[in-house]
């Protein structure tokens, strides 16, 4: 009987690179082609930028290919559990870096029953390279960008968000990749463009002092060197008259989001409560300014989120259920319910409360001071997006601080040295085109 040859593809085009591998595999064996699904190539990679069914269709019709499967999981254990094939071929660039625990694992499954990995020489090339390019190009463009929130929303339980505030922490939302406990691999799948941290980064105070032209230009430094979609902050979303301008340009921008809160008058940061004076806007103004921003909205995919602040201000859970249905009537497509307790329980009780009315409408929660409470659990209760809203900026400002301050106790930088990026790393982080 031939033997088989098992190799799993987490791509949206088919290259030399791809043939080599399958080639190299003809030599062992009958060859069945995994296709990565849009979750696991989501965790995994980036985002696909065509449709499962048509990556399916793309490794059918290369030749020598003689049945192709669907792998669910980054890890191979339950497709090797099926297949038992008796080989598992792969580039060799999983010797290395995030991918190294994998062929671990798979190397582990092979060997329960005698099976084999074949590590085929990875094709580095300028055309494989330039592919690699014009995906990400594409997943940058607006219109894809700008959808892929909404795409999210329907493939994954919850989609987890990171603070972002200029190019750099762009980056590290875009690029950071973690092996988790249960074996399997994590990325954040958006951006959040916090109020509080744009301001914070230009040295002033979380109350709509830095202007919408100024945000948007930390909209474009951050989309310039990612792809993941984006939610905006909008604080209040100011006038109704100026907020239907802040709706197009972000739709035009590829922006996925934007969240307003109902405050009215001089906004604060939320985080202060009541310790500062803060108005909550009515609930028929707040409605209006919703139902101006859907009207002026011209893409489908564009979602203008209701932030509630009735737990901040101490309104209750009645009042925030009442706004949250209104708002829901008035065209928001997801409620964001903030609380500035150390304990989840209100935002656990609102959630359930408010699931039981509305099975849908996505909820959004950004556990900065509720932060035991993990994604797992906030599903749970019906949450679909989590916002780590200003984790970044306050782990960089005491370190930051801590060095600087080193500098000018020691009179030189020795002491410091231990706990920089070496230059090397700081160089190179950046990738030239
Ligand atoms: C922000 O990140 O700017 C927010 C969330 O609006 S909070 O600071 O908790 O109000
Ligand atoms: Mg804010």
């Known amino acids: 009987m031939a033997k088989t040859v098992y190799t799993c593809f987490c791509t949206d085009v088919i290259h030399e690179g791809h043939l080599n591998i399958i080639n190299r595999a003809l030599t062992y064996g009958e060859v069945v082609v995994g296709v990565l699904s849009d979750a696991a190539m989501v965790r995994f990679n980036r985002f696909p930028t065509v449709t499962y069914e048509e990556r399916v269709a793309?490794?059918?019709?290369?030749?020598?290919?003689?049945?192709?499967?669907?792998?669910?999981?980054?890890?191979?254990?339950?497709?090797?559990?099926?297949?038992?094939?008796?080989?598992?071929?792969?580039?060799?660039?999983?010797?290395?870096?995030?991918?190294?625990f994998l062929r671990d694992d798979v190397e582990k499954c092979l060997g329960e029953y005698g099976g084999q990995i074949i590590d085929a020489p990875y094709t580095y090339s300028d055309e494989v390279r330039r592919i690699d390019d014009k995906m990400r190009e594409k997943l940058m463009m607006p219109e894809y960008r700008r959808r892929r929130l909404r795409q999210l929303l329907e493939m994954r339980g919850t989609v987890k968000a990171i603070e972002v505030h200029s190019g750099l922490t762009g980056l590290i939302a875009e690029k950071t990749i973690v092996e988790t406990e249960d074996g399997g691999l994590d990325q954040f799948d958006a951006m959040w463009v916090s109020s509080l941290c744009d301001s914070t980064a230009k040295g002033k105070p979380d109350i709509e002092l830095v202007d919408m032209t100024s945000r948007f230009r930390t909209i474009e430094d951050v989309m310039e060197v990612t792809t993941k979609p984006i939610i905006f902050d909008g604080d209040t979303g100011g006038k109704p008259e100026h907020f239907v301008y802040t709706v197009r340009s972000l739709e035009r921008m590829g922006v996925s989001a934007v969240i307003i809160e109902d405050k009215v008058g001089l906004k604060k940061n939320s985080l202060f409560g009541?310790?500062?004076?803060?108005?909550?806007?009515?609930?028929?103004?707040?409605?209006?300014?919703?139902?101006?921003?859907?009207?002026?909205q011209l893409?489908?995919?564009?979602?203008?989120?209701?932030?509630?602040?009735?737990?901040?201000?101490?309104?209750?859970?009645?009042?925030?259920?009442?706004?949250?249905s209104a708002y829901v009537g008035a065209g928001a497509d997801g409620i964001m319910i903030h609380s500035r307790k150390k304990d989840p329980a209100e935002i656990v009780e609102f959630c359930d409360l408010f699931r039981a009315e509305d099975p849908m409408t996505p909820i959004v929660v950004v556990p900065s001071s509720f932060d035991s409470i993990t994604e797992a659990e906030l599903a749970a209760h019906g949450v679909n997006v989590v916002i780590y809203a200003n984790q970044l900026t306050r782990s960089a400002f005491p370190a930051m601080e801590a060095t600087a301050k080193d500098i000018l106790?020691?009179?030189?930088?020795?002491?410091?040295?231990?706990?920089?990026?070496?230059?090397?790393?700081?160089?190179?982080?950046?990738?030239?085109?």
């Not at 310790?275 to 028929?284: C, M």
């Open 409 to 433: 106790r020691y009179h030189r930088a020795k002491e410091v040295d231990d706990r920089l990026m070496p230059i090397g790393d700081i160089i190179t982080l950046i990738d030239e085109l």
């Open 58 to 100: 793309m490794a059918e019709a290369i030749d020598g290919v003689s049945r192709v499967v669907r792998q669910d999981d980054v890890l191979y254990d339950r497709v090797i559990a099926e297949l038992k094939p008796d080989y598992v071929i792969h580039g060799d660039n999983w010797l290395e870096g995030h991918m190294r």
């Open 299 to 324: 893409s489908e995919s564009f979602m203008i989120i209701a932030r509630i602040e009735s737990l901040i201000l101490e309104q209750g859970m009645d009042d925030a259920l009442r706004r949250a």
């Open 274 to 296: 009541n310790e500062v004076r803060q108005a909550q806007d009515s609930i028929e103004g707040f409605c209006a300014k919703i139902a101006a921003g859907k009207k002026v």
